[in-house]
């Protein structure tokens, strides 16, 4: 069966700005899905920030199985409860990959439980990817690195947590470099972040970077079937316990009470 | 100097119940700082969730090195506004330890970014701790295991990213087991989950488990210089880059104007 | 295409000894390929230590997606030119899984660069295997534990570097734990410990163990192109630097001239 | 007490060589010895290839508390018996410290258990060392980036395992990217990977380079009392098994008997 994929897109600078509107007329979302469209294995469609609960609710993400989040200039606007639910499917199985400036949105802050602060500047200057983490899935069909002519820099110290695996480390023509490409777990998700893509250059037509989200996808991709309720902590009462034992000593909770959250 | 250390009471069965009030008359947190307080390197104060503000200021926590940290049923009434700076000064340097039932405390799960959940069984059974990493500075001075004769059982699967080190598992009486200390690190701040300590057995009064915190409180301090602002992102304009590059391209922020966040 | 999975059986006590060859009449491998059989995505041969070379040369190595190997007393009789060709190989791409009492074995030790020390006792008691990574793809069909009747002891500390992920733990009836299932990597290769696996009883016949093998190497499986050279390091002149650059300052080495080892 | 630190230095360039010479008339190891020796908490010796077991016994392993070893084209000269009588004070506690070229000495490679493959070039470019991990003890003191004006390139992939955390990432300027800082453990002992220190440049006269090397011993020294037999494994005979248990089933080894190496 193919991957369940939903690309979220913020979609505000298209409608606003001229430049970013002529590199994706149909929004960054529509490129971003068309390349992953490439992926027989894939099936796509998206949503954006303007639609009713951003176009995010707990039966659409039962039935996706990895979602794409760009955003940008509107990380406030994104409802609470929408994160949450976000989170959730996250910690029951569902893959997530964060885009460039989402390093800053409320799911990968929440995920990460980090600042996830960057320094940055927007300069059209080179950035040169590097492959850190030779075969990994998500490195298929690249060389050890491939370039962009024009992106904007972030640079590190990125304040993230020490992450499973470092897969891309950038090179910036104005001096920094940064971890550009990382992997997570959080529950059953696997959490990938990848560094390109600010709006005013044509990063998500460059076929690298495609190759990039496709493999990303893939790897996001947990096959088991999801975990029905991912923040269940349940009493084992004694005599379900494996082995046999007998209850000694006082306690604070009833037979079948709940436990305090 | 000394580490200055901050121990962070619930406080609330310690008042309704018999039962804890006579293993702790003081409270949980007078014992955990009574032990803490044993060792010189450690100058150790103590404050509870019914103090105004939870005890904690930003204030105060710029001046705390290690905050320890045990809460069990009143999770949700622990202010929001607190968890921010608790997370921030983590963020900025300073250490923290989580306290058994702490795993569902809103500064854990926060930081953590997962659901934290577990299993468990309220029992009085046998748990025997096992160092996992010989010689990690948190097990120093331990033997390989030691035995608590009364427990609360907590099982895996535990609902926590990989950690960077476990530290140790332990073994229960009724057939389960556990991770039971685990480090992290979130920005600049140590962190360190550590299993035992229901209310109604006196865990807090054990050799080993105050050695446990000793060495913890001891491993999770930062001695460099906090952070000022952990969640800065600062703009490098282009004069400013460390290799001199001339700005290309279009661009969507002016010069000297904030990221979005 | 199917996983080519090549397993490697010591087959010294199967041939020696009455009780083992009662549980295993045609060698442990043979057991464990068989298993390995039952998913169509797996193509399975077998080897052993008394055959040239113990059935191992580079090119039948080239030619393997996975390899799992299980020894116990004739650790010592493997080649150390054979230990180097299966770590070039699992550095080049190939999957490796170590079984049981292969902790001592020279390929794992070679791999992970540590003791691999442990404690044991061979009493016939009780193992539990417990999930530590839910939904982890080797646990896939798994309960959240499942049990062993009879097997040896293995007991903390484990010595081996932390692991990529944790995926199982064990409790034994004796009072100890252990880290069962762990995963790395090397190189391009991937690495998964096994635990349970004792010869005097019938483990490898057990159906839960048989599904962490099926998914181990379904799991361990890279199906990118295998490394060339793995050890390669290539010079890149200042011509090919893929910045433009002038040769600044002394230097050691004449142009073309490789690297020192 | 002070830290005891071993300088371990290959010793040839320096008398072969002219412009080592003159860079380094002592020796590098003298030269690193110096700055380390700026530490108070630190006490130094040095030694080198040269010397008969070149320096290395295991006596003097056992009053090392953190052995720092440079070495370059003399690799394969290095006794295997020498690198074995290391590894095992590694794993008994021992820190220790690779720099630059020892990427590809017998030690390192034997502790990483990886091909720790790279590419380079000889071209004096600029280096430019970035902190990945903000107020990680090995950046005490130092700014966010620091250069270094002439230094060889060592580029990504980087053929080592994925590190406890990742300190310093380079830029180089002729184009590439690497991993500069990155931190193991291995059994008990602290390992430390730092990049710069090519033997035709003054890098270790580099106030921040020192830095980094004072603060590096200061972080891998492991003050817990070494492990005797780091490669001991236990036998935990029945009756001395933590829970009280009976015999079961058949058995290979008899009472007392060491396990199979």
């Known amino acids: 069966m193919a991957i369940r994929t939903l690309v979220w897109g913020e979609n505000v600078h298209e409608n606003k700005n001229e430049i970013v509107r002529s590199i994706y007329p149909n929004g960054m979302h529509a490129c971003i899905a068309d390349a992953l469209a490439s ?42 409860e929408v994160v949450e639910l976000i989170c959730n499917a996250v910690w029951s199985g569902m893959g997530i990959i ?4 989402a390093h800053f949105s409320k799911p990968f ?45 972030y640079g590190e110290p990125f304040g993230v947590p020490e ?30 972040y990848f560094r390109p893509g600010h709006e005013t250059y ?18 996001a991709h947990n096959p088991l079937a999801r975990i029905a309720d991912p ?11 494996p082995e046999k034992i007998v209850e000694r000593g006082p306690s604070l909770h009833k037979p079948g009470e709940a436990g305090y959250r």
């Open 39 to 80: 992926d027989p294995n894939i099936s796509v469609s998206t949503t954006t920030l303007q639609e009713p609960d951003h176009g995010i609710t707990a039966e659409r993400l039962a039935n996706t199985d990895v979602l794409v989040w760009w955003g940008h200039v509107a990380h406030r606007e994104v409802k609470d």
């Open 98 to 101: 964060f885009l460039h400036s």
């Open 109 to 153: 802050k929440r995920l990460m439980g980090a600042p996830c602060n960057l320094t940055w500047r927007e300069a059209g200057e080179r950035e040169r990817l590097w492959v850190t983490s030779r075969n990994h899935p998500i490195t298929k069909g690249l060389p050890d690195y491939f370039e962009l002519e024009h992106e904007e820099m």
């Open 163 to 192: 992450p499973l695996e470092t897969v891309f480390v950038s090179w910036f023509q104005g001096g920094e470099v940064f971890r550009s490409g990382l992997t997570y777990k959080r529950g059953a998700g696997n959490v990938f």
């Open 202 to 219: 044509p990063t998500y037509h460059d076929k690298n970077v495609q190759t990039v989200l496709v493999n990303a996808v893939n790897w």
């Open 231 to 241: 923040n269940d902590a349940p009493n084992v009462p004694t005599p379900k316990a």
